[in-house]
């Protein structure tokens, strides 16, 4: 179902790593289908990765392209990369990078959501989680929230 990495000596097979990547990593680029004019359509974007259910969460608008294009197809790949390291004189670059395949589900119950908000909020605000929770009622009508169940990964590197 899913293309072989082609460089096989690039394949990061690190579970702990790949792990802490989708963890850790600042945001990602989520890359859905085309839009109505026929253009593939991909977003930097804030996300948090469950370990637990092995889902990563967003959280956006209740309107808009992105969930447009959702529900067309809900099949998307998301991508982080880790440290990068240009080498000048050998015309090359050290990398690491993380590529989950999956369905997003934009239709989470309100405890999931709220499940998706707090995980969001301890990544980016960890300092701030009784506040967050104040925050999330405020503008609970005003946000959305997806999911990607994770179907496939792949990772690779070059150190």
Known sequence: MFREVRRQNR???????ITELLQTS????????TTENGY???????YAFD?????????CAPEGQKLDIL???NKVSFCVVGVTKPIAEQFTTLF????VFGKANTGLSDD???????LLVRKYSPDYEELGEKYMDKSW???????????HITAKAKY
């Open 112 to 118: 999931e959501k709220r499940k998706a908000l707090h």
């Open 141 to 151: 009508s005003r946000t959305a929230t997806f999911k990607i169940e994770i179907e």
């Open 11 to 17: 394949i990061l097979e690190d579970e702990v790593r």
């Open 40 to 46: 593939a359509y991909g977003i930097p974007i804030s």
């Open 96 to 99: 690491e990078s993380v590529i």
């Open 51 to 59: 370990k637990e259910s092995n889902s990563l969460y967003f959280h």
């Open 26 to 33: 600042e945001y990602g680029f989520l890359s859905l289908g």
């Open 71 to 73: 529900k067309e197809n």
